[in-house]
Structures are given as structure tokens and as C-alpha cells.
């Protein structure tokens, strides 16, 4: 079973931020957060991840609370096309990769 | 241009007849896995391998072989390929540092 909890989906206005939430209770000391995104059917294309500071990139922020136990992906200005499913992942780098992903959230950007 | 290639993006066999999907990726990347993505039930981690001669199972093995003869390619072996096995497959890979996994275009199969 995936260690993380998404909601199904969410819309979000075009040209507003979207602040996709990730709930990872049981995340241990040394597991990193992940997001990926999928649009359609290709593949999943990464997006950004961090440990416990919060992090940023030109896709997106990453905003992880002080306990860990939760997280929000921060598109800025969302576009149509950042229409896809986003997935939110736990994984220790470096150990086995045994990645589960959950069954994501499905945004859809309003125009 | 860095990125995992795979081969065919589509095929349809017959049950039973033997099929290799390929995939190759030019980052120099120890990790590397497949997937197998359906309707309802998400991307589920069929093999992986974190480097040369070294694999290991995911959720969904049964059915499928691997390899790892050389770092760039990890092919998929279906020996004897079934309905149950039509889907959407996806090669990954990524660097031992732990950044993120950059995933092929995707290889739909269908076995009749």
C-alpha cells in the first residue's frame, strides 16, 4: 500500500497558485518526499523533492510542515497544461527502490 | 538529450509468444525500474535494479523476467505473455543521489 494519502482531485482557476496536499503520517527519519506528475498517458515526469526544508524549483514549491508528517506541492501560476494527475511518493535514496505509487490527484485547471 | 527510450511504443502479440520491451537511457543512471500502469490501479513497480547484475522484484513480478547486463539497458522479458498482461509499461531511471526518476514515453501492449 502507497504511505501516502491524496484526494482524488482538485480544481484550480487558471492563473492562480494550486496547492496540491500529501499526507504522509507514518514517514520515517530518512524518507524523502517525492512529487511526480503524469499528463494523459505519458510518463510520469518528476517534479521536485525534499527531506524537511522546504524547496523550490521552476516547476514548483515544495512546503513540508516541521513534523513531517504532511506536504504541499505549490504550483505557482497553474496553467492548462499543467492539467495531470500529481503523485506524492516517500523513498529512502540509496536503499532498495521499491517505489509504490498511490493513486494520485487528478487537477484540473479551470479556464 | 538525456532521456530513457523504449521499444515498441506499441505491440500486439499472441498469447504465449515470446516478447522483449526494451529500454535504454543514456544519463549514465545505476537505478533503473519498470512499471505497469492500468485503469483503477495505478503504476505498480514491476522489477527494479540499482545497478549492474543486481535486481530485485517489486509489487508485480509474476510473469516477467529482467536484466542488467550493462548499465544503459534493462530490458523486460515477457516469456509467455497473457491477456492479464495488456497494459501501459513505463521504464525509469535515476542517478544513485536519490534525484527523481525520469520515465520512457511508455509502451502500450496488448496480448490477444
Known amino acids: 500500500d502507497a504511505k501516502t494519502t491524496q484526494p482524488t482531485s482538485m480544481d484550480c482557476a487558471e492563473g492562480r497558485a494550486a496547492n496540491l496536499p500529501c499526507n504522509h503520517s507514518?514517514?520515517?527519519?530518512?524518507?524523502?518526499v517525492y512529487w511526480y506528475r503524469q499528463i494523459h498517458s505519458q510518463g510520469p515526469q518528476y517534479i521536485i523533492h525534499?527531506?524537511?526544508n522546504n524547496e523550490t524549483n521552476e516547476m514548483a514549491s515544495l512546503i513540508i510542515t516541521e513534523d513531517r508528517k504532511s506536504s504541499t506541492l505549490i504550483l505557482p501560476h497553474a496553467t492548462l497544461r499543467d492539467t495531470a494527475v500529481y503523485y506524492c511518493?516517500?523513498?529512502?535514496?540509496?536503499?532498495?527502490?521499491?517505489?509504490?505509487f498511490g493513486k494520485g490527484t487528478r487537477l484540473h485547471i479551470l479556464p | 538529450e538525456a532521456q530513457v527510450t523504449q521499444n515498441p511504443r506499441y505491440l500486439i502479440t499472441v498469447t504465449g509468444k515470446k516478447l522483449t520491451v526494451t529500454c535504454s537511457q543514456n544519463?549514465?543512471?545505476?537505478?533503473m525500474s519498470w512499471y505497469r500502469q492500468d485503469p483503477g490501479l495505478g503504476l505498480r513497480q514491476i522489477y527494479y535494479?540499482?545497478?549492474?547484475?543486481?535486481?530485485d522484484k517489486g509489487d508485480v513480478p509474476e510473469g516477467y523476467k529482467v536484466s542488467r547486463k550493462e548499465k544503459r539497458n534493462f530490458p523486460l522479458i515477457l516469456e509467455s505473455p497473457s491477456p492479464n498482461q495488456t497494459s501501459l509499461y513505463f521504464c525509469?531511471?535515476?542517478?544513485?543521489?536519490?534525484?527523481?526518476?525520469?520515465f520512457g514515453s511508455g509502451t502500450r501492449l496488448t496480448v490477444v
Open positions: 525534499g527531506l524537511k
Open positions: 511518493i516517500v523513498r529512502v535514496p540509496h536503499r532498495d527502490d521499491k517505489i509504490i
Open positions: 535494479s540499482m545497478n549492474v547484475e543486481v535486481t
Open positions: 507514518t514517514i520515517s527519519g530518512n524518507e524523502y
Open positions: 544519463m549514465n543512471h545505476e537505478y
Open positions: 525509469a531511471s535515476s542517478s544513485a543521489v536519490g534525484y527523481g526518476y525520469t
